[in-house]
């Protein structure tokens, strides 16, 4: 009885989702006992591991690095975690695009379900996840002996540093014939990750173009923020898709989330709900957005912004 | 080439859902269905391929009620030349679903799957990627744009932080993303004509398959409800109040 969590890692280091990843572990852990190991799977991933071993809770990481895994494509990668899968009862991952990529893949090579994006963690085979962009919450029963599992991060609080847990190599090689890795264009930014930011600043339609976003990056530098943005935002070309809070972009639970001309739908919500506290400015005082919020500023955002910037 | 599209039956994005009474589910009484979003956007990914020449013919798929025939119409309706309905009345999950697919997949011979990346009432984002593993083939998940040349998909991947291009051998499952294209209307001469393409209907057992779901819904509740705050009068108001009272300022 024990559980596997397949590490999440970026430019050579750990990601913050892993440390949440491994508190939803922990608490099926307290049903079902057993061990926490982690798999940090990549090329040249040795100080990934490392940090990893130093993840409060882990018993154990096994590490395999090669070139085959590099970029952790979802043929090799699921190929490996199922070699490893038959020593587990869980299989735990990021909802992250990695965790979504390759996990299913995993859980159909062992012929079992997957549960998706859990928030909540019932007993050993039973989880909440939110359904229909999270105007629901569905309590799902596995029936599976082998549990595949990816988990909304925000729903669960980081673990911090424990004890150095143990540090293996794993030497199974999968092949892969079918795919090859070509290129990648990340965005690049001194501000924080959307996912992980303590206070995130979005931009809705409102924000009239995408040259008018320059208004939020005074305020997400003093507030040392990530800027977001809403669907429509995105689907009007403001600004590129990765910038997206919501059920069909980036779900977020900052401490404080600042919604900047953006309505409100639902898909958006969906999305940022469960931020600590949220604050709404929209010339619109009836703006669905200003029913969810803590603070509302009705206002023109072209005046409230500079103002808000200069006053912080 | 042959590419197979799958397709769902949905709530319509626009309704707000409600459970039911009893929480055991969701209440479908009397709701708008359509053809999941996303699948839209695979359906127009199809036909464009074939407008450009390198799909020969498109196979639309669904897994579901007799109702949902209504989408396989419309996917029919915006350029699909037939159709294939797996019926049955069971609550099929993404494993299931894939399970189906496979079966379709040998009996079809696509050089190119395509499915939407996540379907709006289950959000499980699981099949596509189910359906690579059954058959054995590549993956290209949220795609936002694919180029195929050389027998071989050139996919670009919308990842956390930005895009990833990877390059698949065919056949090759591919699953949407939002800004993979903007799908078309079907233009009402076309759902005429629709009605006359070939559709074949079969259970999971011609398939040979058992698709009912191992996961058991136990309850189904609305999330809990945020409750509005305050209306601040005064930027010098709100810079105050996230000083001193909610403290997520210094």
């Keep these: 009885m024990s559980i596997l969590i397949f590490a999440e890692h970026h430019d050579g280091v750990l990601a913050g989702a892993t440390a949440h990843v491994v508190a939803a572990a922990q608490q099926i852990a307290k049903e079902s006992g057993g061990d926490i190991d982690v798999l940090v799977a990549g090329d040249g991933v040795s100080d990934i591991a490392e940090a990893a071993a130093k993840l409060d809770g882990v018993s154990k990481v096994r590490v395999a690095d090669h070139a085959v895994y590099a970029h952790l494509l979802a043929e090799p990668t699921s190929a490996l975690i199922a070699e490893l899968a038959g020593d587990y009862t869980h299989v735990l991952a990021a909802a992250s695009t990695n965790g979504k990529n390759v996990l299913p893949r995993v859980a159909a090579l062992q012929d079992v379900a997957q549960i998706s994006e859990i928030i909540a963690v019932e007993g050993a085979d039973t989880f909440a996840r939110p359904i229909y962009a999270g105007n629901a919450i569905a309590t799902v029963q596995s029936e599976d002996t082998l549990k595949v599992i990816t988990v909304r991060s925000t729903a669960f609080d980081a673990v911090s540093e424990g004890e150095r847990a143990s540090i293996e190599t794993v030497d199974f090689v999968a092949d892969n014939t079918l795919s090859m890795f070509v290129k990648e ?67 977020v639970a900052p401490d404080l989330y600042l919604a900047v001309g953006i309505s409100g739908a639902i898909q958006h ?17 009836e703006a669905p957005i200003f029913q969810v919020a803590d603070y509302g500023l009705v206002g023109d955002l072209f005046d409230v912004l500079p103002e808000l910037e200069q006053k912080l | ?218 309850k189904v509740e609305p999330p809990a409800e945020r409750k509005g705050g305050v209306k601040v009068g005064s930027v010098d108001e709100l810079v105050d109040k996230l000083k001193n009272e909610a403290k997520v300022i210094s």
Excluded: W
């Excluded at chain 1, 009239?208 to 669907?231: T, V, W, Y």
């Design chain 1, 185 to 251: 264009e990340l965005a690049t930014s001194d501000r924080p990750e959307l996912a992980g930011a303590r206070v995130v600043v979005s931009g809705g339609r409102g924000m009239g173009n995408g040259e008018n976003f320059k208004l939020l990056e005074g305020i997400a530098d003093k507030l040392g923020a990530a800027i977001g943005a809403s669907r429509a935002a995105v689907d009007a070309g403001f600004v590129p898709n990765d910038m997206q809070v919501g059920q069909t972009g980036k779900i």
């Design chain 1, 269 to 285: 919500m969906a999305g940022m709900k469960d931020s600590k506290v949220i604050v709404a400015i929209n010339k619109d005082e």
């Design chain 2, 1 to 218: 080439m042959k590419v197979l599209v799958a397709v769902k039956r949905v709530t319509d994005y626009n309704v707000k859902i409600r459970v039911k009474p009893d929480n055991s589910d969701v209440d479908l009484t009397n709701v708008k269905m359509a053809m999941n979003p996303f699948c839209e956007i695979a359906v127009e990914e199809a036909v464009r391929l074939k407008e450009r020449g390198v799909a020969s013919d498109i196979v639309a798929v669904t897994i579901g009620p007799k109702a949902a025939q209504e989408q396989l119409r419309t996917a029919l309706a915006l350029g699909a030349d037939r159709a294939i309905h797996i019926e049955t009345d069971d609550r099929v999950e993404s494993l299931g679903a894939a399970k189906a697919l496979a079966k379709v997949v040998e009996e079809e011979q696509p050089g190119l799957v395509i499915l939407g990346k996540q379907a709006i009432d289950t959000d499980n984002n699981q099949t596509g990627q189910m359906l690579a593993a059954l058959t054995g083939f590549s993956q290209g998940t949220f795609a936002s744009e694919v180029v195929i040349e050389n027998d071989k998909a050139q996919v670009t991947r919308e990842i956390d932080g930005g895009l990833q291009t990877v390059e698949l051998s065919l056949p090759a499952i591919i699953t949407t993303d939002l800004r993979l294209n903007e799908p078309r209307y079907a233009k009402l001469p076309d759902i005429m004509k629709a009605k006359k393409k070939p559709m074949d209907v079969k259970s999971p057992a011609d398939l040979g398959i058992e698709v009912a779901s191992r996961v058991k819904l136990l």
